[in-house]
């Protein structure tokens, strides 16, 4: 079955520092999405990468997918305060499951220190 | 609009007794999906609705759970006798499914379960 592997756990960072997760799947995706989740509060989605290769950006944030759509990173440059949370990604290929039924990573839970 | 809306915000229960849980999607939505999440952990998937297929239950942990989809809108998430490792936030999400797939979750606010 689909396999899904977010690195690190948990990052501690000094504010400015910059900040990657990495998402890594066993098998070839058909799309994957990333959230974030304040602490208290629930997933929200963040971007939607479909293209072998895609590479989007979001003021600090930076999305890749993988050229062979098999794994994927979110990068934020110069952390601030404000970025501190647990970021999901959310990988969705053809599992032999409910098309639409993301499996949800783990999660990278990052905190910043001022 | 309105988001997705979940009911209660927190439920506390005594071990044993059955619980209901409630969630409203986004109007229009027609996928929706229950998660559970234990304390600093990830989200752990537990039912999918969409349209009038067939839900899928491949992340209900055990008998004890169940869920139903009325007329395509509202949702209920029962737990029966229920046990302390029940205890969690439960998140609903719904999305607009479209052909394309890859379709954006939309989550509630969550509902706080403790069980004593």
């Known amino acids: 079955g689909q396999q899904v592997m977010q690195i690190p756990q948990y990052q501690h960072v000094q504010e400015g520092e910059d900040f990657t997760t990495y998402c890594n799947s066993s098998?070839?995706?058909?799309?994957i999405q990333w959230y974030k989740q304040r602490p208290g509060g629930h997933p929200v989605f963040l971007i939607q990468l479909v293209k072998s290769g895609e590479v989007k950006k979001q003021k600090r944030l930076t999305f890749q997918f993988g050229e062979a759509k098999k794994n994927s990173s979110l990068h934020i440059t110069a952390t601030q305060t404000t970025d501190v949370g647990t970021y999901f990604c959310?990988?969705?290929?053809?599992?032999?499951?409910?098309?639409?039924?993301?499996?949800f990573g783990k999660g990278t839970k990052l905190s910043v220190k001022p | 609009g309105a988001g997705v809306s979940q009911s209660p915000s927190n439920k506390v229960t005594e071990k044993g007794k059955d619980v209901e849980l409630r969630c409203d999607p986004i109007s229009g939505h027609t996928a929706l999906y229950w998660y559970r999440q234990s304390l600093g952990q990830g989200l752990e998937f537990l039912i999918y609705f969409q349209g009038n297929s067939a839900p899928d239950k491949s992340g209900l942990p055990s008998d004890r759970f169940s869920a139903e989809r009325t007329g395509g809108s509202v949702s209920t998430l029962t737990i029966q006798r229920t046990q302390q490792e029940d205890s969690a936030v439960y998140l609903c999400?719904?999305?607009?499914?479209?052909?394309?797939?890859?379709?954006?979750?939309?989550f509630g606010p969550g509902t706080r379960l403790l069980v004593l």
């Open positions: 999400a719904s999305s607009l499914v479209t052909s394309g797939g890859g379709e954006t979750q939309y």
């Open positions: 098998t070839t995706l058909s799309n």
């Open positions: 959310a990988p969705q290929g053809d599992y032999g499951g409910s098309q639409g039924n993301l499996i």
